[in-house]
T-cell receptor
Framework: AQTVTQSQPEMSVQEAETVTLSCTYDTSESDYYLFWYKQPPSRQMILVIRQEAYKQQNATENRFSVNFQKAAKSFSLKISDSQLGDAAMYFCAYRTTGNQFYFGTGTSLTVIP | NAGVTQTPKFQVLKTGQSMTLQCAQDMNHNSMYWYRQDPGMGLRLIYYSASEGTTDKGEVPNGYNVSRLNKREFSLRLESAAPSQTSVYFC??????????????FGDGTRLSIL
């Protein structure tokens, strides 16, 4: 079975600074998909960014970007120009071609004004 | 757009009581899922339904049953609730086929407390 590891239970960042959240995964598949979700205190699960394993180019969505290292099985999320609204729990997720999803245990991000 | 709708949002049960959590999606998705979220443990899959008419166990199925009533609806039943089932429950759905970058869409969650 696939496993997803987020080794940073908590992180903090100064407002307007940059922070990187790490995620590693274990898989024997060559084709898969990776996602970062944000969960604010409201409990909603909000998609932040996605990456296809077959694409070498790192995905970018406004202030959010990923560093996808397929050989290292690493998928980190970089948040630039951090804002107070970025404070949340962040989950890394792996999707198999069989449409199953595996989640990490999450990283709680605090943004310091 | 409603997306994924879960009911109820909150529920308190006594040990041994039964209840059903309801979930419906209006995105014509084939696959639906039930997760529980506990502090420090992320989301753990209870059951999923790859398509209408099929259900499969996930990581933590004990104490739960599911029904894929139709393409839209996927319910989760606790037959005899136990305090260990106190958690936040999420329903999610996603499109199929597999060679797609489609994410899961989540409901707002149900906070369930069992006394």
């Amino acid at each position: 079975a696939q496993t997803v590891t987020q080794s940073q239970p908590e992180m903090s960042v100064q407002e307007a600074e940059t922070v990187t959240l790490s995620c590693t995964y274990d898989t024997s598949e060559s084709d898969y998909y990776l996602f970062w979700y944000k969960q604010p205190p409201s409990r909603q699960m909000i998609l932040v960014i996605r990456q296809e394993a077959y694409k070498q180019q790192n995905a970018t969505e406004n202030r959010f970007s990923v560093n996808f290292q397929k050989a290292a099985k690493s998928f980190s999320l970089k948040i630039s120009d951090s804002q107070l609204g970025d404070a949340a729990m962040y989950f890394c997720a792996y999707r198999t071609t069989g449409n199953q999803f595996y989640f990490g245990t999450g990283t709680s991000l605090t943004v310091i004004p | 757009n409603a997306g994924v709708t879960q009911t109820p949002k909150f529920q308190v049960l006594k040990t041994g009581q039964s209840m059903t959590l309801q979930c419906a999606q209006d995105m014509n998705h084939n696959s639906m899922y039930w997760y529980r979220q506990d502090p420090g443990m992320g989301l753990r899959l209870i059951y999923y339904s790859a398509s209408e008419g099929t259900t499969d166990k996930g990581e933590v199925p004990n104490g739960y049953n599911v029904s894929r009533l139709n393409k839209r609806e996927f319910s989760l039943r606790l037959e005899s609730a136990a305090p260990s089932q106190t958690s936040v429950y999420f329903c999610a759905s996603s499109a199929f086929p597999g060679h797609s970058n489609q994410p899961q869409h989540f409901g707002d969650g149900t906070r369930l407390s069992i006394l």
